[in-house]
């Protein structure tokens, strides 16, 4: 309201205007200028003493007008802090602001009424100048209580907003646990039923297949003499053995019984084997063991083992890539396992697609585990190594996972 560099009080300005006809209606105008207005102001010496104060702050303080003149205001309406504790003078912002020739502006205290009761106010402190000399203060304040109040309220409802989002956020999370314990039971009751269903097949119909073989040996060496029978048991013969082949591919598919009979390491490196025949891409291989390390095994292994056949497969379907890198690093805590080509590259979107499942897939399996998978690729500008540089020119996709290995799984 006040903001000067120089201020007279009334009292200065009344004893300018003493004998003169004008002083009345001088007094009259400033009275009528600072009763205008809704805030309180009040004007003190240099003692800290009210020289002067409007009705509106009056009438907040719960005063009248003469009740406060020449009164000590720190010890009147500021002597105390909001929760009753005493509120010595010479910490008071006001007076330590205006001795210092400053001014303050404060929002964080109360005043106290003529009842006792107290009221937190916005106040500010501007210095009185007269003749280059500071002669007191004029304080301009407010009564925030509703602002306060709807602060506080505001308070309230983002604490309330914040337990509940917090709440959600437990029941969401546990409700995501639980789903990814279903995720990881279901892919451990679909590998236990491939296993079972690989290990009936190569029981029962890899017998009989082996037993039909025999029988059609028999046979060609009794028909010898008679060429259309022996041809046809020659023919029949083939299709035994690629039966056989088939029946041993499906078995494989189903589950690779080096996973189980040799280990992870042995069963990555035949997959790499698989992958490079399959594909004819010419793949830069690299298996970091340490001698201290002990391979996953158990469904860890399967997990991962899983996971890099997916990797493999996105790189045969989706990449059309010319060269594949793969880096498989186990340490005594961790396993890494890195695919990366130089092919077109996969779109952030794609990633982020809900019906991305086989990309979902292998994050579930390795949250499962309290592993890491990332996806890097040069279209989301992400630092994979080039073949070559120039614009155009495919950088692919860098796939990488990190296994902790821990003695419960």
């Known amino acids: 309201m006040f903001a000067p560099t120089e201020i007279k ?12 006809s004008d002083a009345t209606l001088l007094r009259d105008k400033l009275t009528l200028l600072l009763d205008s207005t809704g805030e309180g102001i009040y004007g003190i010496d240099l003692d800290g003493r009210c020289t002067f104060i409007n009705r509106a702050g009056a009438e907040m303080l719960g005063y009248q007008v003469e009740q406060v003149l020449g009164k000590n205001m720190h010890e009147l309406v500021h002597h105390s ?6 509120y010595p003078e010479e910490e008071c912002p006001i007076l330590k602001a205006f001795r210092k020739g400053e001014s303050c502006r404060v929002d964080q205290e109360v005043f106290w009424r003529a009842d006792g009761t107290a009221f937190p106010t916005e106040y500010s402190s501007y210095q009185i100048v007269d003749g280059g000399q500071v002669r007191g203060a004029v304080i301009t304040f407010s009564d925030i209580s509703k602002r306060r109040l709807a602060e506080e309220q505001l308070q309230r409802a983002k604490a309330e907003l914040e337990q509940r989002v ?3 956020t437990r029941e969401l999370s546990a409700a995501l646990m639980q789903v990814r314990e279903l995720s990881a039971h279901a892919h451990s009751v679909r590998e ?16 009989l ?14 028909v010898a003499d008679r060429e259309p029978v022996a041809r046809k048991c020659a023919s029949m013969n083939r299709l035994i053995e690629a039966a056989v082949d088939n029946v041993g591919r499906i078995i494989t598919d189903l589950r690779p019984s080096i996973l189980d009979h040799q280990g992870l390491i042995a069963a990555l490196e035949w997959q790499v084997q698989e992958f490079s025949e399959a594909t004819e891409l010419p793949c830069e291989v690299g298996f970091d063991i340490s001698p201290q390390a002990f391979a ?21 379907q989706h990449s059309q890539a010319s060269a594949v890198r793969i880096a498989v ?24 697609n809900p019906r991305s499942y086989g990309v979902m897939g292998m994050r579930e399996r390795a949250l499962h585990f309290a ?27 860098r796939v990488r996972l990190v296994l902790p290995l821990r003695s419960d799984v």
Do not use: C, Y
């Not at 802090?81 to 005493?86: K, P, V």
């Not at 005594?332 to 080509?341: A, G, I, S, Y």
């Not at 779109?347 to 982020?352: E, I, M, Q, R």
């Open 329 to 352: 690093r186990l340490t005594p805590r961790q396993l890494e396992m890195e695919v990366e080509d130089n092919g077109i590259g996969v779109p952030a979107a794609a990633l982020a």
């Open 192 to 207: 236990d039923e491939r296993t079972r269903i690989a290990r009936e097949i190569h029981d029962e119909l890899g017998s």
């Open 209 to 222: 297949l082996v037993a039909l073989k025999l029988d059609v040996n028999w046979m060609a060496s009794r």
């Open 81 to 86: 802090h909001e929760h009753g504790g005493h």
């Open 166 to 168: 917090a709440e959600r």
């Open 371 to 397: 592993g890491a998978l990332s996806i890097e690729n040069a279209i989301d500008g992400a630092d994979v190594a080039p073949e070559s540089g120039g614009a155009g020119v495919n950088r692919g996709t």
């Open 9 to 20: 009080s009334i009292g200065q300005i009344t004893s300018v205007a003493q004998g003169s």
């Open 296 to 316: 996953p095994q158990g469904t860890l292994a399967t997990a991962a083992f899983r996971i890099f056949q997916e990797m493999l497969s996105n790189v045969a």
